[in-house]
T-cell receptor
Framework: DAGVIQSPRHEVTEMGQEVTLRCKPI?????LFWYRQTMMRGLELLIY????????DSGMPEDRFSAKMPNASFSTLKIQPSEPRDSAVYFC??????????????FGEGSRLTVL | AQRVTQPEKLLSVFKGAPVELKCNYS??????LFWYVQYSRQRLQLLLR??SRESIKGFTADLNKGETSFHLKKPFAQEEDSAMYYC???????????FGSGTRLQVQP
């Protein structure tokens, strides 16, 4: 398995534009997480899904942020409209819950977003 | 509520010196603690977990429930240990991990 795959790796956009970040979890994992990393606050959980259903979105900063998981192999995080303070690295992670599960989250390489 | 505190944003040591990265947590249930490491421009990866009680790359961490701490230690730092280190908290029934704000370790030659 290639691990968690995120795209794009880098995105530079202007304030007010829509941004869509994508994630493909590890096959067989039934939990998917979106985290945001900034210098000031470190890693913050935005939202997570179980079997494609959103479980906890209390970390989503505002209505400008939305996330979907239409199937077990794909999720999107959308920001509309984007603002400069949204500039951060957005990580997707997944985990399984089978008998061999250790609680470990597997992370993608992140999407670095810069909003001008 | 669960919380993870890493009091140091930056820790700078010389090669060969001992290292201790501090982590304290707050959680009412039975905690599961992890250390993740992020090397420059790479993805976060698991370094070690308290359940396995293992030593990885010379690092160890012991869960102290009395002090609610999970400090990461290494007796002799290497330059390749320079990275960002995150302490993370999970627990019974909690599928998401709560991360601390991270400590950047700089090992100077």
């Amino acid at each position: 398995d290639a691990g968690v795959i995120q795209s794009p790796r880098h995105e530079v956009t202007e304030m007010g534009q829509e941004v869509t970040l994508r994630c493909k979890p590890i096959s067989g994992h039934d939990y998917l997480f979106w985290y945001r990393q900034t210098m000031m606050r470190g890693l913050e959980l935005l939202i997570y899904f179980n079997n494609n259903v959103p479980i906890d979105d209390s970390g989503m900063p505002e209505d400008r942020f939305s996330a979907k998981m239409p199937n077990a192999s794909f999720s999107t995080l959308k920001i509309q409209p984007s603002e400069p303070r949204d500039s951060a690295v957005y990580f997707c992670a997944s985990r399984g819950t089978g008998i061999t599960n250790t609680g470990e989250l597997f992370f993608g390489e992140g999407s670095r977003l810069t909003v001008l | 509520a669960q919380r993870v505190t890493q009091p140091e944003k930056l820790l700078s040591v010389f090669k060969g010196a001992p290292v201790e990265l501090k982590c304290n947590y707050s959680y009412s249930g039975s905690p599961e603690l992890f250390w993740y490491v992020q090397y420059s421009r790479q993805r976060l990866q698991l370094l070690l977990r308290h359940i396995s009680r293992e030593s990885i790359k010379g690092f160890t961490a012991d869960l102290n429930k009395g002090e609610t701490s999970f400090h990461l230690k290494k007796p002799f730092a290497q330059e390749e240990d320079s990275a960002m280190y995150y302490c993370a908290l999970g627990g019974t029934g909690r599928r998401a991990l709560t991360f601390g704000s991270g400590t950047r370790l700089q090992v100077q030659p």
